[in-house]
T-cell receptor, first 113, second 112 residues
Framework: GAVVSQHPSWVICKSGTSVKIECRSLDFQATTMFWYRQFPKQSLMLMATSNEGSKATYEQGVEKDKFLINHASLTLSTLTVTSAHPEDSSFYIC?????????FGPGTRLTVL | QKEVEQDPGPLSVPEGAIVSLNCTYSNSAFQYFMWYRQYSRKGPELLMYTYSSGNKEDGRFTAQVDKSSKYISLFIRDSQPSDSATYLCAMSGETSGSRLTFGEGTQLTVNP
């Protein structure tokens, strides 16, 4: 399977600060990556589709100005949570879209105090 | 109505039991069907991937897809305590690398 890394694996920040999460595809050049969030004991919610070299496509109800996505290369997509608030605390997971399926990163746990 | 329905459980079985996990779906455009396993506080891990109808076996795991009934299953034989996790079904349409629609996930506990 694909190797996908995320950094950081966990982060704690103060309310009002911005947090950047990196997603790297280590063995596959990914034109498409996906960002999900997951609340405790709930399923995955797709936030946006990250397209290399173009703007991300956001799901309905996801604020694009709050969750900034940049897919600058075929191996790196970043998600920046701007002006984070406690309700943004969640588990954020990226996936790499390959021709056969999607492979998940290990996730980033964000806690906003 | 959700596009993909999955019983969230929890499901608790003794070690060695055969486990059956299921999902139903309503979108006939789905062509690719996947099962992911997620341990607590970890990202999901791809277990099985099936294109269209049929069966696929990998060790103790068997995935079945019945497109006529819009029903997919994952069977785990000789279940182990290490199989205790949440199992998510997922499916997609035209290309498997495109956006996935997930079931809610079934929480499984295998008791030693």
């Amino acid at each position: 399977g694909a190797v996908v890394s995320q950094h950081p694996s966990w982060v704690i920040c103060k309310s009002g600060t911005s947090v950047k999460i990196e997603c790297r595809s280590l063995d596959f050049q990914a034109t498409t990556m996906f960002w999900y969030r997951q609340f405790p004991k709930q399923s995955l919610m797709l936030m946006a589709t990250s397209n290399e070299g173009s703007k991300a496509t956001y799901e309905q109800g996801v604020e694009k100005d709050k969750f900034l996505i940049n897919h600058a290369s075929l191996t790196l997509s970043t998600l920046t949570v701007t002006s984070a608030h406690p309700e943004d605390s969640s588990f954020y997971i990226c996936t790499v879209g390959r021709p056969d399926t999607q492979y998940f990163g290990p996730g980033t746990r964000l806690t906003v105090l | 109505q959700k596009e993909v329905e999955q019983d969230p459980g929890p499901l608790s079985v003794p070690e060695g039991a055969i486990v059956s996990l299921n999902c139903t779906y309503s979108n006939s455009a789905f062509q690719y069907f996947m099962w992911y396993r997620q341990y607590s506080r970890k990202g999901p891990e791809l277990l099985m991937y099936t294109y269209s109808s049929g069966n696929k076996e990998d060790g103790r795991f068997t995935a079945q897809v019945d497109k006529s009934s819009k029903y997919i299953s994952l069977f785990i034989r000789d279940s182990q305590p290490s199989d205790s996790a949440t199992y998510l079904c997922a499916m997609s349409g035209e290309t498997s690398g495109s956006r996935l629609t997930f079931g809610e996930g079934t929480q499984l506990t295998v008791n030693p």
